[in-house]
């Protein structure tokens, strides 16, 4: 995908609606700055229920992935799509689901650390603060699905 195709996949992630008017346009550019571009063949597992390693956040550009969490039926989830979200607010600090893909993929693949570092030097203390509450939402908006 080109640089305009990927923008405008992250400019239609769910999330992104609640950050307009700003600082959606700046979280676009840090996200464009700490990620890398992967494409993935199907069934490869992205992230795994209990593991500790969640410094890391894809934004799903295309494609399916499946989500299975304990005691909750599969869901199938496509792009666009932010996952990872859910490390950032778990109070245990381990992923809460194993994500595979269903299709192949093509992903940002970002550290949350590095993520929220270049935020910091581009946005305002309140703009900040409106990240957070986003991702706070959206990661409990995905955690009761």
Known sequence: MDKDQVRARISALPIHATLRPTPSEQVIDVLMKV???ENLPPNTTLFTM???????????????????????????????ELL????RINPTGRR???VTAVTELTLLRFKWTEF???AG?????????????ALQEYAWQ???Q
């Open 35 to 37: 990620s890398t571009q």
């Open 50 to 80: 209990g593991d500790a390693s969640i410094d890391d956040g894809i934004v799903l550009l295309e494609g399916e992935v499946s989500v299975v969490k304990d005691g909750v039926p599969e869901i199938i989830a496509a792009a666009p």
């Open 84 to 87: 990872g979200e859910m490390g």
């Open 96 to 98: 809460t689901a194993t």
């Open 116 to 118: 929220m570092r270049e």
């Open 121 to 133: 030097l581009l946005l305002s203390e309140a703009e900040l603060e409106k990240i957070g509450s």
């Open 142 to 144: 995905h955690f009761t």
